[in-house]
């Protein structure tokens, strides 16, 4: 079963609005999260991460904002661009378990 | 250039054959780890290494078989290919602790 999941499967936000991402996992002993983006033809590539001591993780237009007691993530994409057409993969991994699990992904489309 | 490099990029096979991947890098990377990437499943872990002859069991391993020969080298093998192993197979290294991981180009196997 999946252990980590993601919601929408896909999303399409116009350029320059705010593209939102979930994700939730089951598995109480995760405590690394990183968002990774993948570009047709490519392979995945870490775009931001958090460790479930904060509560939040921004880095530009990208933000994680990370709910520890319900166990869920979002990624928060502001003042979306085309180039950010993409797939996004929320992950999940343990300090004592270091392959980190993936979810399915949602496929962000971003209009001009 | 690319530190994570996968060959073949692309193979067709026939039910019953014999297939192996191969993966190399240039990381210096202990960990190396295989997945597969089917729509509607995203990433699914099928083999992980800790280091040269470490071989881990990840999440759907069921027909799969890998040996991790040198630091740099990890190879996937399918022993008796079935249609079900068609899908795009990735590889990729993380430095001890998995924080981030570096991932090839991808194979994109059919099994006929």
């Known amino acids: 079963q999946q252990q980590v999941r993601q919601s929408p499967q896909s999303l399409t936000v116009w350029e320059g609005e705010t593209a939102i991402l979930n994700c939730s996992y089951e598995?109480?002993?995760?405590?690394?999260f990183p968002w990774y983006q993948q570009f047709p033809g490519e392979g995945p590539a870490l775009l931001i991460s958090?460790?479930?001591?904060?509560d939040k993780k921004e880095d530009g237009r990208f933000t994680i904002f990370f709910n520890k007691r319900e166990k869920k993530l979002s990624l928060h994409i502001t003042d979306s661009q085309p180039g950010d057409s993409a797939t996004y993969f929320c992950?999940?991994?343990?300090?004592?378990?270091?392959?980190?699990?993936f979810g399915a992904g949602t496929k962000l489309t971003v209009k001009p | 250039e690319a530190a994570v490099t996968q060959s073949p990029r692309n193979k067709v096979t026939v039910t019953g054959g014999n297939v192996t991947l191969s993966c190399r890098q240039t990381?210096?990377?202990?960990?190396m780890y295989w997945y597969r990437q089917d729509t509607g499943h995203g990433l699914r872990l099928i083999h992980y290494?800790?280091?040269?002859?470490?071989?881990q069991i990840g999440d759907v391993p069921d027909g799969y078989k890998a040996t991790r020969t040198t630091q740099e080298d990890f190879f996937l093998l399918l022993e008796l290919a079935s249609p079900s192993q068609t899908s795009l197979y990735f590889c990729?290294?993380?430095?001890?602790?998995?924080?981030?991981?570096?991932f090839g180009a991808g194979t994109r196997l059919s099994v006929l």
């Open positions: 990729a290294s993380s430095a001890p602790g998995g924080v981030t991981l570096y």
């Open positions: 290494s800790y280091g040269a002859g470490n071989l």
């Open positions: 992950a999940a991994s343990a300090h004592n378990n270091n392959a980190p699990r």
């Open positions: 598995d109480s002993t995760f405590n690394y």
């Open positions: 990381n210096s990377h202990n960990y």
């Open positions: 958090i460790s479930s001591v904060s």
